[in-house]
């Protein structure tokens, strides 16, 4: 009986494998286009789109990321940085490695290195800030970044740039260069690149605007409750880690009514809460109602500092908090969630 059970099993797993062939057929031709193609264009993402459109099956979570290959540029002194690209399509996410920066001019004394990671299109600008890499003209960051609400169809469109400063002794902050490429030459699918860095060139987009990303669900019910959760937040501008919380505040034509916070999250860039907030707004018209939801970073001692903040409602100025709004107020009695950049900005 031993060796019957023996035999069995492995002939159980072996039977599972094989059921459903069709779909493990897609699956298999997909994984082999991410491995065995580098893309150079969107021709490749595309054609698993249509495989997963016809086999209903989807790309796995994570590819395998390619190891990194000192290149020439490296070693022939010139400035660069070296990174990776994957797009989710499941999250509609693309993830940015910023992994080495090689070869940086000696400018003497003490040099801390910052990177400012833009992704921009016509209608989009989205910057992330890494951390701080201490004293080294061939900074490591390691660090990954996450892009959301990028769909497929844009990404064609769009190109990605790194801009690197410099930190003096005294916190001055200057400008090293700039890389860019258009994503419709980029390998999208983890493979290693490395990018050579223009020395004196800016961009001339402002990197500070962009604070930070949270992701907000809102609802507005027929009994004039507005509810909704603060789901997480992403990328927070930082040069060191937080403890971040959110508040959110409501306002009826510009006059504060209420406010509610979540908990403190400890030394992270990327909160997590889910933690779900209510008002009621009876006697008011949704169409006055804004709110003001602000990231800070908790301070036992002293005050606690704003991060970034976002508008949603009648008072937003951003393209995102107006929609956001809409949408919530025709779907009445239905989640509407969003991301949203945080800005500097702190009028209301």
Not at 29 to 35: F, G, P, Q, R, T
Not at 81 to 101: K, N, W
Not at 106 to 135: A, H, T
Not at 304 to 327: K, N, P, Q
Request: net charge neutral; glycine share 4%.
């Amino acid at each position: 009986m031993a060796w019957l059970w023996m035999c069995c099993r492995p002939c159980q797993v072996c039977w599972a494998r094989c059921t459903d062939k069709q779909e493990k057929k897609y699956a298999h031709v997909e994984y082999n286009i991410l491995k065995e193609a580098p893309l150079t264009t969107m021709q490749k993402l595309n054609q698993v789109v249509q495989m997963q459109e016809t086999a209903n099956v989807f790309l796995p979570h994570s590819v395998p990321k390619a190891s990194c290959i000192t290149s020439a540029a490296v070693n022939s002194g010139e400035a660069c940085v070296q990174f990776s690209l994957y797009y989710d399509i499941q999250r509609c996410a693309l993830d940015v490695q910023l992994i080495e920066v090689y070869n940086l001019p000696d400018i003497g004394g003490k040099c801390n290195s910052k990177v400012y990671v833009l992704l921009s299109s016509i209608k989009l600008e989205r910057w992330i800030e890494s951390m701080v890499s201490s004293n080294s003209q061939n900074p490591v960051f390691n660090q990954t970044f996450e892009f959301h609400g990028v769909l497929l169809s844009e990404l064609k469109d769009m190109f990605i740039a790194f801009q690197i400063h410099h930190y003096s002794s005294n916190n001055s902050s200057n400008i090293h260069g700039v890389a860019k490429m258009l994503l419709k030459d980029a390998d999208i699918y983890g493979a290693c690149t490395t990018l050579g860095i223009t020395l004196g060139q800016k961009i001339k987009q402002d990197p500070s605007k962009n604070k930070g990303d949270a992701l907000l669900v809102i609802t507005y019910k027929e009994n004039h409750i507005l509810e909704g959760s603060v789901m997480k937040a992403t990328n927070l501008s930082r040069n060191t880690l937080p403890d971040p919380y959110v508040q959110i505040e409501m306002f009826y034509k510009n006059q504060h009514q209420d406010e509610w916070k979540t908990s403190v999250k400890n030394r992270t860039t990327t909160p997590v809460y889910n933690e779900p907030f209510q008002f009621d707004i009876s006697g008011a018209d949704i169409n006055d109602v804004s709110l003001r939801i602000t990231v800070y970073n908790h301070h036992k001692i002293r005050s606690s500092t704003v991060i970034g903040r976002v508008v949603l409602g009648h008072a937003s100025h951003t393209e995102s908090g107006r929609d956001h709004w809409m949408h919530m107020v025709q779907q009445c009695g239905q989640p509407v969630s969003y991301w949203h950049m945080l800005t500097a900005d702190l009028t209301m």
